[in-house]
């Protein structure tokens, strides 16, 4: 038997093919379909932090932006416990929700290794990324005024290194795996790629394969207690708001000058009232920037119109705060009703689209409190009373 420690453990790392304490490793060739992956191996993780560290140490970030953070919980009753340990880091999801509803089309998917990699340099800070992706991986730089998250250590990945985690942990219990996509949500992912405690994989198809013990009793989080407020946003909440109670303010304008002009017997909107109903937008959407890590860059938010519901808002509600000023220039000249009808039920409907693709922004999968109809209604609802006033 050896009695050197150390050599123990490089005879047991060869023995096994662990990937740890190597700075370089066998990288395994991707065939078609295939991505790398993390494994996982909840068993033998000691929860150190080790991981923690050296991810930080490499990327140079503060203590507290950790692109992978090990998670604690704990199971049974006593005499017969169990502590289980989680390190967490990016899945680098198959459908990645943080992709799908980045405004400025920051995160993209690597085709030739499927790395989700997050471009810092596009990044407004807006931390939509933050509420789609239901692990809550991307994390708040405010340092930098963005978001950042873990890419696999891609750059050394390519010339054979290993990722710092990788390399950091003393049990060996990450590791860089190919999988073979659609092998994998047919028939391991719901088995393989789950753990106590986490998010449906249905939402964004992780790939994180975990080895879990046998038997596992219940487990709770070892911070459960604790409650953690959420990152306030007051220029959200009156950006939100205010552009609510324009709508409304707005329906009710068109209302009374369609009613005018079909022969009503009721006075006419006046110029006072367009400029009541164009004020609250004109002052909350500026107001949205304030909350953004890098707001000289705000306008780019619009890039992502295909598939961010963010984008989608900024532009609508952009484009009803310029109509609705072009609303009051044409009360101000006084131009026949019918002209001023047609401009403002373009105006309308430009508006109730901006509200429903901001009730949207809410309704992520990551969220299933929020992902309901009733969240809709409700904004709606708000612009009910700018109606009222």
Not at 38 to 66: I, P, S
Not at 168 to 186: L, N, Q, T
Not at 240 to 257: P, Y
Request: with cysteine; charged share 20%; proline share 6%.
């Amino acid at each position: 038997m050896n009695s050197d420690p150390l050599q123990s453990f490089i005879n047991h790392k060869a023995d096994t093919g662990m990937q740890c304490g190597n700075y370089s490793i066998d990288i395994p060739e991707l065939a078609e379909g295939e991505q790398y992956r993390f494994h996982f191996d909840a068993t033998v993780c000691v929860g150190c932090h080790c991981c923690e560290t050296a991810c930080n140490e490499l990327q140079n970030n503060a203590a507290d932006v950790k692109w992978r953070r090990v998670g604690e919980m704990e199971g049974g009753e006593f005499p017969n416990v169990m502590q289980l340990f989680n390190s967490m880091s990016c899945n680098h999801c198959i459908e990645p929700e943080c992709l799908i509803g980045c405004p400025t089309e920051s995160y993209i998917k690597f085709e030739e290794s499927g790395i989700v990699w997050h471009d810092d340099d596009t990044c407004i800070g807006c931390q939509y990324c933050t509420w789609n992706c239901p692990y809550e991986v991307p994390v708040f730089n405010h340092d930098r005024g963005i978001v950042t998250k873990c890419d696999m250590c891609h750059d050394k990945l390519e010339v054979g290194e290993t990722p710092a985690c990788v390399q950091a942990c003393p049990a060996g219990a990450i590791e860089i795996e190919a999988v073979h996509k659609d092998e994998w949500i047919k028939y391991d992912m719901e088995k393989e790629g789950v753990a106590p405690h986490l998010p449906d994989v249905s939402i964004t198809q992780p790939t994180t394969r975990y080895t879990l013990p046998e038997n596992m009793p219940e487990f709770k989080p070892a911070d459960e207690h604790i409650i953690k407020p959420a990152h306030a946003e007051l220029p959200l909440v009156f950006m939100t708001v205010l552009t609510q109670l324009s709508l409304g303010a707005f329906m009710a304008l068109f209302l009374g000058q369609l009613l005018f002009g079909l022969g009503f017997n009721l006075p006419e909107p006046t110029l006072g009232m367009a400029l009541m109903a164009l004020i609250p937008s004109a002052i909350g959407l500026p107001l949205s920037a304030l909350h953004l890590g890098r707001p000289i860059l705000a306008l780019t938010a619009m890039r992502n119109w295909r598939r961010s519901w963010l984008s989608r808002e900024a532009i609508a509600l952009g484009l009803y705060t310029l109509l609705a000023t072009f609303v009051v220039g044409l009360y101000y000249l006084e131009v026949n009703t019918f002209l001023l009808l047609l401009v403002m039920t373009l105006t309308l409907g430009v508006g109730i689209y901006g509200i429903y693709a901001q009730s949207m922004i809410y309704r992520v999968k990551a969220r299933p409190a929020w992902d309901r109809e009733s969240t809709t209604k409700r904004f709606f609802g708000s612009a009910y009373i700018g109606f009222l006033l």
